[in-house]
C-alpha cells in the first residue's frame, strides 16, 4: 500500500487554484506596468533636454580643456552641433567636433531621432544669436569679434505636451533646467 507521501510525489498537474493564483498576479503586474509604458515618449523628451544639458556642459568644458572657444550652434528645430572657434568666424563646414560614436563622424545631434519621441526645439537664443560660444574660462561670450561677456541665453524643448527651458546664465555659463507647467509657471 502506498503511503500518502507517495500519492503526493506521483501527481504532476496543476490544481484550478494555483492556475488562477498565478493568472491574478499575472494581471495584476500587467495593471500597473501598462500605464507607464504610455509615459515613455515623454521620457524620451526628457532624454533630448538631458542631451543638449550635456551638450552644453561638454561645449564648456571642452573650451577650458583646449583653451580655445567652443560654440554649439542651433541649426533648426531638430539639429544642433559643437564647433570649434579658432577666429571670429563661426565655420561649421570645416570647424564641426570629430566624433567617432556618430554615423557621419560629426558632433551633429538630431533630435527627431526616434529615441528623442517627439522632441523639437522650439528656440534657441543667445544674445540674439542661434549660437552660445564659450570662451577659454568656459564663460559664455556675446559676440564673436569680441571678448565681452554674454548675457545669457535659453533653449526651449518640447514634445509629448510638454515644455523645457535649458538656461545658460551670463558669465558663468551655468546650466538649468525648468519645466514649464500647463498656465506657463516654472515648477
Known amino acids: 500500500m502506498r503511503s500518502s507521501t507517495d500519492v503526493r510525489a506521483i501527481r504532476h498537474g496543476y490544481t484550478l487554484i494555483e492556475v488562477l493564483v498565478v493568472v491574478v498576479v499575472l494581471g495584476i503586474a500587467g495593471a500597473l506596468v501598462i500605464p507607464s509604458m504610455g509615459s515613455t515618449g515623454i521620457l524620451r523628451v ?10 552644453i556642459v561638454f561645449c ?61 526645439i522650439n528656440s534657441a537664443l543667445f544674445d540674439s544669436h542661434n549660437y552660445l560660444v564659450f570662451d577659454e574660462q568656459g564663460a559664455p561670450l556675446g559676440d564673436l569679434g569680441t571678448n565681452t561677456a554674454g548675457s545669457g541665453g535659453t533653449v526651449t ?23 514649464r507647467t500647463e498656465q506657463g509657471q516654472g515648477n
Open 46 to 55: 526628457q532624454a533630448a533636454v538631458r542631451s543638449v544639458v550635456s551638450d
Open 60 to 120: 564648456q568644458a571642452d573650451a577650458v580643456a583646449f583653451q580655445e572657444r567652443r560654440a554649439i550652434v542651433f541649426d533648426s528645430a531638430t539639429t544642433y552641433r559643437l564647433v570649434q572657434v579658432p577666429g571670429s568666424v563661426i565655420d561649421i563646414e570645416h570647424n564641426t567636433l570629430y566624433d567617432p560614436s556618430r554615423p557621419s563622424g560629426l558632433y551633429v545631434v538630431d533630435v527627431s531621432d526616434p529615441r528623442y519621441g517627439d522632441a523639437r
Open 157 to 179: 524643448i518640447t514634445g509629448s505636451e510638454q515644455t523645457f527651458d535649458v538656461t545658460v546664465d551670463a558669465f558663468t555659463g551655468r546650466v538649468s533646467v525648468q519645466r
